[in-house]
């Protein structure tokens, strides 16, 4: 059994779960739109917009990891370089579809961490983190993806 703790210090579990907020708030305020103080069509598009800057933020990870002598091949800058172009063009597309994009372009980019963990390619601990983050992320945006069918 790995005695490894989940979050290998409360400063990278503050920062992990301050990330998240975002995309919580998203969900919140689809859910009780009355209580927002933003205009709903301008925080639909900031919610898509961080949702784009973070999964470019996570090919960058890929990208340091790789120049670093990690994980990886040359392909990796490739790949990496997919979740910012799969950002940019939620950013042109209707909120909804958006959403599913970010959720399938966050679940790969954390199988694809998860699965370089459980090869030792890179920390288990990083690769723990990634693994809460990104059911916590997707699950976020499928919910508000649900919610606003209902709700919007």
């Given at each position: ?11 990278v ?37 961080y ?54 372009g ?47």
């Amino acid at each position: 059994m790995n005695s490894l703790p989940l979050f290998w210090s409360r400063t990278v579990a503050f920062a992990g779960l301050a990330g998240w907020v975002p995309f919580l708030l998203g969900l919140l305020l689809t859910l009780f739109p009355a209580l927002s103080p933003f205009d709903p069509v301008v925080f639909e598009r900031a919610l898509v917009g961080y949702g784009a800057l973070i999964l470019s933020f996570l090919g960058g990870v890929r990208w340091g990891i790789r120049l670093q002598g990690g994980a990886g091949t040359d392909l990796t800058y490739i790949v990496g370089t997919f979740g910012s172009i799969a950002g940019f063009i939620t950013l042109l597309l209707p909120i909804n579809l958006g959403l599913i994009i970010l959720t399938i372009g966050f679940a790969i980019h954390g199988a694809w961490d998860v699965a370089a963990g459980m090869s030792g390619r890179v920390p288990q601990a990083y690769a723990r983190l990634r693994a809460v983050l990104t059911w916590l992320v997707c699950l976020t945006l499928l919910l508000t993806f649900v919610a606003r069918l209902f709700v919007g």
